[in-house]
């Protein structure tokens, strides 16, 4: 993409809108413009819908005639028009109003949408003085417990942009699921690798520079297309931000106040380029992400953070202060009990939730490979220390809870959804990760990337034969995974795209595999 020249400032501000009538928004508030004009269309970033729930979801878009120029909108706040209908041509109108683009939120919208019923698909879009959006669609969810006979839905992670277009959505919105699950680095504060197409700047650290790397990543036509087909959830993992932080450090911030600033910066940015609940508003400590949903009688999901509330990677060294792969026999700190990965608010929210649900599937869905994999070679065990091989005592006790489900209520259906890694996986989650005929507790599904490459195909082929859990490892290809639920069997279709780096490439299944209803463990289909 090229983009436009970044001096045109003072053009902008004063060109972008025509001001009509000033309108006060309340004591001490800024000026806000009534019925403005633009040169160019104010919704180039699209619309898009979240966090959907039986009686209705978020919507946002974010007002940007030049999505590249920060100074493309004068600090004023703007009234932006919206409106849901049960029907795509808006002929039968059930909600509507007026909320205010803000400019400390660089002119985003969030509408938290309630009222409606459950369990159907509906239509909304944004108009602005004369500019009107593309119409997006979300389903609302089925209330608690209610028979759900089926659900379909598809996760992916990574999308690089410079490595590859995001055409994986594309096929997304070709197999229609209810909703789309994406499961972290959603964009990449730096660049490397190989490159097809450019983004600006090195690295990002400063709020402008976050905002323009979503800006830019939210300008893809295939991206926009998966947000407007259906409601998203959403969890962050580390690039959001900065390679492989844990809580207040990174690789390359060890100063943790300088780190708070800048992952405040790109928390800001997040926030206003999604769609998420005014509940998830960035605060001095961070922002909440973490939840849990229910689909009915048939899926519970909890959706965890795996960033914000951990303890530090174990054993750093001076030249390696991010993830790598150790001989657990020369790290011991890895076995300290009280290490945690979800911290204790969010464990506390895990573990109640599970210990209540009356699910016939019940899913973590993270960020990271929650399955043991040694990454050694021949004797000894080797473990990566920035996924839950570096937090045992925490995975532990998930593992911990799922037994005594099992154990309790008979054979519950635990379903690990995870990704980072830009592999398919597919794996028996074992009691004992060093015993392989232990119990199979969970079965566990991680995407591949949507196009950020990998570089681990000759390690992970040769470790094939150290991990009998893994039934499937494919790093060469890029994709995502399409999950098919009903009350007998979990059917998750691995599906790849030939090639990322070319606009109209072909899509196929790489592999299916199925899993019934009380028997933990994936069969190949």
């Not at 001095?284 to 965890?304: P, Q």
């Not at 519950?412 to 074992?430: A, R, T």
């Not at 991990?467 to 494919?474: G, H, T």
């Amino acid at each position: 993409m090229a983009f436009p020249p970044f001096s045109r400032r003072t053009f902008a501000a004063q060109a972008a809108i025509w001001a009509g009538t000033a309108l006060a928004t309340g004591a001490g508030a800024r000026r806000a413009f009534a019925a403005p004009t633009f040169l160019n269309d104010p919704f180039q970033l699209g619309v898009a819908a979240g966090d959907p729930v039986p009686d209705g979801f978020m919507i946002w878009t974010r007002l940007a005639p030049d999505p590249y120029d920060a100074k493309a909108l004068p600090p004023e706040a703007i009234p932006v028009g919206w409106e849901v209908a049960a029907d795509p041509k808006f002929q039968k109108r059930v909600a509507s109003g007026t909320a205010y683009a803000q400019p400390h939120l660089a002119h985003s919208v969030h509408v938290d949408v309630k009222g409606l019923e459950h369990g159907r698909p509906y239509y909304y879009r944004f108009h602005c003085g004369a500019a009107v959006s593309r119409t997006g669609r979300a389903m609302t969810l089925s209330t608690p417990r209610m028979p759900l006979q089926k659900l379909k839905f598809a996760f992916a992670s990574c999308q690089h942009y410079e490595q590859g277009y995001f055409t994986a959505f594309r096929d997304m919105i070709a197999q229609d699921p209810d909703f789309i699950l994406h499961l972290g680095d959603y964009i990449y504060e730096s660049s490397w690798g190989t490159t097809v197409r450019q983004m600006p700047g090195a690295e990002a650290r400063t709020l402008d520079q976050y905002r323009l790397l979503h800006a830019v990543y939210k300008a893809d036509p295939d991206l926009q297309n998966a947000h407007a087909h259906c409601a998203h959830f959403f969890m962050w993992d580390d690039h959001e931000a900065a390679n492989d932080y844990s809580r207040l450090e990174s690789d390359r911030d060890r100063d943790p106040a300088a780190f708070l600033a800048r992952r405040a910066a790109a928390y800001q940015a997040y926030y206003e380029h999604m769609p998420l609940r005014p509940s998830a508003m960035p605060q001095a400590d961070g922002m909440t992400l973490y939840k849990r949903v229910d689909f009915g009688d048939l899926m519970d999901m909890a959706i965890c953070d795996l960033r914000q509330y951990r303890d530090p990677i174990p054993c750093q060294t001076a030249d390696k202060h991010m993830g790598q792969v150790v001989d657990v026999a020369k790290c011991p700190e890895i076995f300290d009990a009280n290490r945690t990965m979800l911290g204790k608010e969010q464990e506390r929210s895990l573990t109640g939730g599970w210990a209540r649900t009356n699910a016939k599937w019940n899913v973590l869905a993270q960020t990271l490979m929650f399955a043991g994999f040694d990454q050694m070679e021949g004797p000894g065990r080797g473990i990566f220390t920035d996924n839950w091989g570096g937090y045992p005592a925490a995975k532990r006790k998930i593992l911990d809870l799922v037994k005594k489900r099992n154990k309790d209520y008979g054979q519950q259906n635990f379903i690990c959804l995870g990704g980072d890694i830009h592999s398919f996986f597919v794996s028996d989650v074992k009691d004992d990760d060093l015993n392989p005929n232990s119990e199979t507790l969970m079965t566990e599904f991680v995407c591949t990337s949507v196009t950020s490459e990998s570089y681990n195909t000759a390690v992970f082929a040769a470790l094939l034969k150290e991990n009998p859990q893994m039934k499937f490892i494919d790093d060469t290809v890029r994709g995502y995974v399409l999950c098919e639920v009903t009350p007998q069997t979990w059917t998750s279709t691995l599906r790849m795209v030939e090639n990322v780096r070319v606009r109209e490439p072909k899509f196929r299944t790489r592999a299916k595999f199925v899993v019934e209803s009380g028997r933990a463990g994936a069969q190949s289909a």
